[in-house]
């Protein structure tokens, strides 16, 4: 199986600030990575697809980048709305892998 | 509009089976390319993904998990139902079903999840 290790596990920022979460793939992955957001106490969302194309109705701020083994989620202006954990996920074949988490908060 | 829902039991005893369905509507599992996954999270802990079933019929499992795990379609009642046999306190969690679109290979519709307790 695929192994997706997320960095940092947890994360605290100010609003304003620009926050980059990074995952790294067991092996090449192509682009095939997927990010979620899950709010406290909500069902997971999709915020970005095939490692950096903006799912529907997802605020611009957030962006995806990267390819091979190693991806990077960014938030160029944090808002106190994306307190949130952040989960990236392979989906270049299954079985399909996620990361541990990383758990955002505001400073 | 696509919705899933998730429904089964909310308690289940140690090494019973759990049988969860998922109904939805706004899409057809009979469409090329569609997919509909089961994933869980236990109270706190990360995303796991268990089982697909393709619009083909074809199904993938989780590796640790595939000896438990078996997933089947009602295409006419447009659902899709995940049994899990010989649970364990381990197991519980919240379950989620999603679905997988044809044009990219990410969970873009979620079920709201069932909290499921494995507990004598």
């Known amino acids: 199986d695929i192994q997706m290790t997320q960095s940092p596990s947890s994360l605290s920022a100010s609003i304003g600030d620009r926050v980059t979460i990074t995952c790294r793939a067991s092996q090449t992955i192509s682009g095939y990575v997927n990010w979620y957001q899950q709010k406290p106490g909500q069902v997971p969302s999709l915020l970005i697809y095939s490692a950096s194309f903006l799912h529907s109705g997802v605020p611009s701020r957030f962006s995806g980048s990267g390819s091979g083994t190693d991806f990077t989620l960014t938030i160029s202006s944090l808002q106190p709305e994306d307190v949130a954990t952040y989960y990236c996920q392979q989906s270049y074949s299954v079985p399909y892998t996620f990361g541990q988490g990383t758990t955002l908060e505001i400073k | 509009q696509v919705t899933l829902k998730e429904s089964g039991p909310a308690l289940v005893k140690p090494t019973q089976t759990l049988t969860l369905t998922c109904t939805f509507s706004?899409?057809?599992?009979?469409?090329?390319?569609?997919?509909v996954s089961w994933i869980r999270q236990p109270p706190g802990k990360a995303l796991e993904w268990l089982a697909r079933i393709d619009w083909d019929d074809d199904k993938f499992y989780n590796t640790s998990l595939k000896t438990r795990l078996t997933i089947s379609k009602d295409t006419s009642k447009n659902q899709v139902v995940l049994t899990m046999t010989n649970m364990d306190p381990v197991d519980t969690a919240t379950y989620y079903c999603a679905r997988m679109p044809p044009w990219h290979d990410a969970f873009d519709i979620w079920g709201q999840g069932t909290m499921v307790t494995v507990s004598s």
């Open positions: 706004g899409f057809s599992l009979s469409t090329n390319g569609i997919r």
